[in-house]
T-cell receptor
Framework: RKEVEQDPGPFNVPEGATVAFNCTYSNSASQSFFWYRQDCRKEPKLLMSVYSSGNEDGRFTAQLNRASQYISLLIRDSKLSDSATYLC????????????FGKGTHLIIQP | NAGVTQTPKFQVLKTGQSMTLQCAQD?????MSWYRQDPGMGLRLIHYSVGAGITDQGEVPNGYNVSRSTTEDFPLRLLSAAPSQTSVYFC???????????????FGPGTRLTVT
């Protein structure tokens, strides 16, 4: 069974701080990796894809470590609006049933 | 574009009742999927479709039926509702699953279903 593991949190972080969380995956053949953001009682939305070389989008940086089978998300200068649940998603091929969603990490930014 | 729409937003059913959750997308996406999300669990795939007329089972298909007669619509039918089907149901679509950049799933706003 494909597994994607995340620390559920919550991570309580003061506004302006830097926060990072990881996600581990069990299937070494996994092909693509993503971070989704889900606000309370809303649908998940794609935050960013994770590329092998790592990638940055404004205050957000995603990294992939294939050797240790984990991906990470770093948020710099955190804002109150970053409060959400962050879902790690791994694609292992084979179509829609190749997507595995982590249970999410709950982040609370405090003023 | 409206994106992915779902109706109803909320529904309460009694055990044994049947109903259909509606999902529609206007992005001409090939792939459509139904997920359920329960507290403490990740999104779990119920059924999916790779195009009109083609459907397949996901991880938790029991108690649900789907059909895909058009590219736009992908309804989910609960045959005989059970309390274990109390959940939030999300419909999603994506352009395709043929290459990495097209894996982005666009989710509808969800249907919150309670079965008593």
């Amino acid at each position: 069974r494909k597994e994607v593991e995340q620390d559920p949190g919550p991570f309580n972080v003061p506004e302006g701080a830097t926060v990072a969380f990881n996600c581990t995956y069990s299937n070494s053949a996994s092909q693509s990796f993503f971070w989704y953001r889900q606000d309370c009682r809303k649908e998940p939305k794609l935050l960013m894809s994770v590329y092998s070389s790592g990638n940055e989008d404004g205050r957000f940086t995603a990294q992939l470590n294939r050797a240790s089978q984990y991906i990470s998300l770093l948020i710099r200068d955190s804002k109150l609006s970053d409060s959400a649940t962050y879902l790690c998603v791994v694609y292992s091929g084979g179509g829609a049933d190749g997507l595995t969603f982590g249970k999410g990490t709950h982040l609370i930014i405090q003023p | 574009n409206a994106g992915v729409t779902q109706t109803p937003k909320f529904q309460v059913l009694k055990t044994g009742q049947s109903m259909t959750l509606q999902c529609a997308q206007d992005m001409n996406h090939e792939y459509m999927s139904w997920y359920r999300q329960d507290p403490g669990m990740g999104l779990r795939l119920i059924h999916y479709s790779v195009g009109a007329g083609i459907t397949d089972q996901g991880e938790v298909p029991n108690g649900y039926n789907v059909s895909r007669s058009t590219t736009e619509d992908f309804p989910l039918r609960l045959l005989s509702a059970a309390p274990s089907q109390t959940s939030v149901y999300f419909c999603a679509s994506s352009y395709s699953m043929a290459s990495g950049l097209s894996y982005e799933q666009y989710f509808g706003p969800g249907t919150r279903l309670t079965v008593t």
